[in-house]
């Protein structure tokens, strides 16, 4: 398995001007459970070099999401939101295994499941 792009960053990258805020989100989140499931694969077949660049990859992602967070406007939201992607980021680097794995994607698919729901009207 070679580390390829995610579905995420190729629709990203053909229309970013097409691609709304709350999208982009979408899209981030996509991105991390994609790389999380490629991570679980790499795991699976013994691969820790690629493990360990999708592990990488998928706590850059957290990162961005971070990153996008309004604290001013977001208020408990946006902190409660900041700590569990704190969590989610440490527990994929301090614990390599199929459990944190699995946390880290229940709980980002918890997120994209809510963020879905809050989808601004067409």
Not at 59 to 64: F, P, S
Not at 88 to 114: F, M, R
Request: overall charge negative.
């Amino acid at each position: 398995m070679t580390v390829a792009a995610t579905r995420a960053a190729e629709c990203m990258a053909a229309a970013p001007q097409d691609i709304s805020p709350h999208r982009v989100i979408a899209l981030l989140l996509d991105g991390a459970l994609e790389r999380i499931e490629q991570a679980k694969q790499c795991l699976s077949e013994g691969n820790a070099q690629e493990f360990d660049i999708l592990v990488l990859k998928t706590v850059g992602i957290i990162n961005g999401l971070r990153a996008s967070l309004d604290f001013d406007q977001g208020g408990e939201i946006a902190n409660n939101l900041d700590a569990v992607y704190d969590y989610v980021a440490a527990k994929l680097v301090d614990e390599k295994d199929h459990v944190a794995l699995d946390e880290a994607e229940k709980l980002l698919a918890e997120i994209k499941q809510g963020w879905d729901g809050i989808a601004p009207a067409k």
